[in-house]
């Protein structure tokens, strides 16, 4: 009887490492005819120029360790305390100016600090105060002028994800300034910029990539913002009508501040083929009817709300398109001031706490 035929043995499977070297010598060997190549250690790295996001944010960080200083001078040597309005807003500018900060730095830049207080090396000293720090409260106006107006214009050029948080800085500034400018001693205080003022004053890197956001993201934002000023108008002419004298002429320039506004925003909307939200003769008023109470509420709650959906704006409008809601966030946070004597660092925005240290 012949023995049947026995099956070829498989070739036993290539290692890991076989695989790994294999691997290796695949990736290399495109990379003959592309220059020397360096063994024992990495060819010496040179970081691509920084984008147009980073040079911005060196620029806010800087003058916010300054106006943070500045801030804690003035409330060291008790500048305001002799006036309820200014102690507070010194006292609002002490807890949000940090926040902000911490707002701006990188992950990288946050761990970095975090690792070096809770483990100074040795030898280690506080950094000295930076120069130019403020060291009264015209002074402290000046600084937060200068801030009030970088981030808004740095909100006009940096990407997306950079300019909400940056225009929210910028507002809560303007809120501030409109508060202390009148203890400032100093003259009068520069406006904030207008939309018209408002454009690139900043080379962009050539190597900085476009940000271009989700376009549903940009329609439905800027069609709020369309139905909520049109709201605000309406309602400011209800308050106008039921007002007398100077209350009632503030009321009737909100009303056509408003329109205007939203005029304008249903422009763009329809050259951008987003929705457009015409006026409505009549809208609907809160709870039916305003009482007393809800009627002196009303231009707070229009206000914050209009704060909201501009910066929200800003964050997903293409870049010629956010000067109107950068100037119309400064606005409404300058007419907060008038209205509330606490604003959230980062309007509509909030920062999360760094993560637990891992014991």
Do not use: N
């Amino acid at each position: 009887m012949s023995r049947p035929a026995v099956p070829p043995r498989a070739a036993p499977a290539p290692s890991r490492r076989i695989l790994l070297r294999a691997a290796g010598v695949a990736v290399l060997l495109p990379l003959a005819g592309c220059g020397r190549i360096a063994l024992g250690g990495p060819e010496e790295y040179t970081p691509p120029p920084p984008g147009i996001d980073d040079l911005y944010r060196h620029d806010l960080l800087e003058l916010l360790e300054r106006t943070i200083v500045g801030t804690a001078r003035v409330a060291d040597h008790g500048d305001a305390d002799g006036d309820p309005l200014l102690s507070s807003t010194v006292a609002a500018l002490s807890a949000a100016l940090p926040v902000q900060r911490t707002a701006l730095l990188t992950g990288a830049e946050a761990e970095d600090e975090r690792e070096a207080g809770e483990d100074p090396a040795p030898g280690q000293t506080s950094p000295p105060p930076p120069e130019e720090a403020p060291t009264d409260l015209p002074g402290l106006v000046d600084a937060l002028v200068r801030l009030r107006d970088l981030a808004a214009s740095a909100a006009r050029q940096v990407s997306g994800s950079l300019a909400r948080p940056v225009v929210a800085i910028a507002a809560h500034t303007a809120w501030a300034v409109r508060r202390l400018r009148g203890g400032a001693g100093s003259g009068g205080v520069a406006p904030a910029p207008t939309a018209e003022e408002l454009v690139p004053t900043r080379e962009v890197p050539a190597t900085d990539p476009p940000s271009i956001g989700a376009e549903s993201d940009y329609h439905s934002t800027i069609e709020r913002a369309q139905l909520e000023e049109w709201y605000a108008g309406f309602l400011h002419e209800v308050l106008a009508a039921r007002s007398e004298d100077a209350a009632r002429q503030q009321h009737l320039d909100l009303t056509a501040l408003h329109r205007e506004r939203a005029a304008k925003l249903g422009r763009i909307a329809e050259e951008d083929g987003a929705p457009v939200v015409t006026r409505q003769a009549v809208y609907a008023i809160p709870g039916g009817t305003l009482d007393e109470q809800s009627a002196a509420e009303l231009p707070t709650l229009l206000a914050q709300g209009l704060l909201v959906d501009h910066i929200a704006l800003v964050g997903a409008a293409p870049f010629e398109r956010r000067p109107l809601s950068i100037a119309a966030a400064l606005q409404e946070a300058e007419l907060l001031a008038l209205l509330v004597d606490r604003l959230d660092p980062l309007p509509s925005l909030e920062v999360e706490p760094p993560p637990p240290v891992e014991e």
